[in-house]
């Protein structure tokens, strides 16, 4: 079992900052990837942000240099958000990219954050 558990989410006024948290925990083996994505209302979702177990980053082109990802050692990834713009408006998900296990057998999964949601005011 993987769990993936959000926090950091909330109300802001466009200019301000947020910082999402996302912890891993259960039998993971190893971690891939970790990201975040997010939806705005009719819309599909889409990448903001992943760092890979190279910490090699990867970022939407709209959030670039205003968003910053990372992860501690601990299994948590964060996603600091600067200068957020009421189009930053959306619920985020986090993203695990593991091999986990069960006994001896190893699998290979995507597992899904419940959500955060993020409003920036204008």
């Known amino acids: 079992q993987v769990q993936l558990v959000e926090s950091g989410g909330g109300l802001v006024q466009a200019g301000g900052s947020l910082r999402l948290s996302c912890a891993a925990s259960?039998?993971?083996?190893?971690?891939?990837?970790m990201g975040w994505y997010r939806q705005a209302p009719g819309k599909q979702r889409e990448l903001v942000a992943a760092i890979t177990s190279g910490i090699i980053t990867n970022y939407a082109d709209s959030v670039k240099g205003r968003f910053t990802i990372s992860r501690n050692a601990k299994n948590t990834v964060y996603l600091q958000m600067n200068s957020l713009k009421p189009e930053d408006t959306a619920v985020y998900y986090c993203n695990l990219d593991c091999t986990s296990y069960s006994g001896s057998y190893f699998r290979r999964g995507d597992y899904w954050g419940q959500g955060t949601q993020v409003t920036v005011s204008s």
């Open positions: 259960g039998t993971i083996s190893s971690i891939n990837a």
